[in-house]
């Protein structure tokens, strides 16, 4: 069997109106790009027809993939299963908005063609890359987290949150097996243990649209975010992740 070049994972919960254009966007890139790719969409428990409108796209576009978890188990939760299953050499994912247009995964599979075991997205590295922002509510909270990670968990990175990343498939089967945070928060913590295990992390600035109907409330999510970092700190004291090895190579410094 052989395996392809890259794997593009796109978690997806309630998607069915918009996970049609978002596939037709990979797909195009893949074929137009030339690229030996897989697509896997893995739907969160959906209460819509997300798993049948992949299905049926599936149908016509041999490239995609589809799985399913048995119930909603969180952002989190479908990137690791996404990330594992893969097959690809350089396995990534991104948001089912494709905030971020999946054309922008060239830049992050260079940085790895470079010498990255992971190469992250950044919405800050280079601002005006941004072809639509946030409201400034969004933009306040997502800086104060940002800054809280860099203080408590020492993450010196622009921007952690950005959905769009990729890693080697031995960086990815490593980190995402030492996952423990399943919702929003898991971030931080990829990030986290991927510093710890020694990997050479890439920041790279992409092009950012912010979309109108995300569904993430940065109150109440913003609060289990929080909580879910000093989980991070006691699993790093318990040992869960492995030896502190600190190595980071970013394209800019974060600002």
């Known amino acids: 069997m052989q395996f392809p070049n890259y794997s593009i994972v796109i ?22 790009q030339g690229w030996s790719a897989e697509v896997l969409v893995v ?5 819509d027809q997300t798993a049948q409108v992949v299905r049926a796209f599936a149908a016509g576009a041999p490239e995609v993939r589809l799985l399913q978890n048995s119930g909603n188990k969180g952002k989190g939760f479908s990137v690791r299963s996404g990330m594992l299953q893969a097959l690809g050499e350089v396995v990534m ?6 905030s971020a247009p999946i054309e922008e995964a060239e830049r992050l599979f260079a940085a790895i063609a470079a010498g990255a075991d992971i190469a992250i997205g950044s919405r800050w ?23 809280v990670t860099r203080l408590v968990m ?27 945070i399943l919702r929003w928060g898991f971030d931080p913590e990829i990030l986290f243990i991927a510093l710890k295990r020694g990997y050479r992390i890439e920041e790279v600035p992409v092009s950012w649209a912010h979309d109108e109907r ?7 999510d913003g609060i289990k975010m929080l909580e879910e970092i000093a989980i991070i700190r006691w699993n790093a004291l318990l040992g869960r992740y492995g030896k502190q090895i600190e190595h980071i190579h970013r394209t800019g410094m974060a600002k």
């Open 214 to 220: 995300t569904r993430m409330s940065y109150l109440k």
């Open 11 to 32: 978690p997806a919960f309630n998607e069915a109106g918009r996970i049609p254009a978002t596939l037709k966007s990979v797909v195009d890139c893949v074929r137009r």
């Open 154 to 180: 020492g993450l010196k990175f622009a921007d952690t949150q950005c959905g769009f990343k990729a890693f080697t498939r031995g960086a990815a089967q490593t980190v995402f097996q030492l996952q423990t």
């Open 93 to 98: 994912f991104t948001d089912a908005d494709l």
């Open 43 to 47: 739907d969160d428990g959906s209460t």
């Open 125 to 147: 590295l280079e601002s005006g890359r941004q072809t639509h922002r946030q409201p400034f509510y969004r933009q306040f909270f997502g800086r104060c987290f940002n800054a």
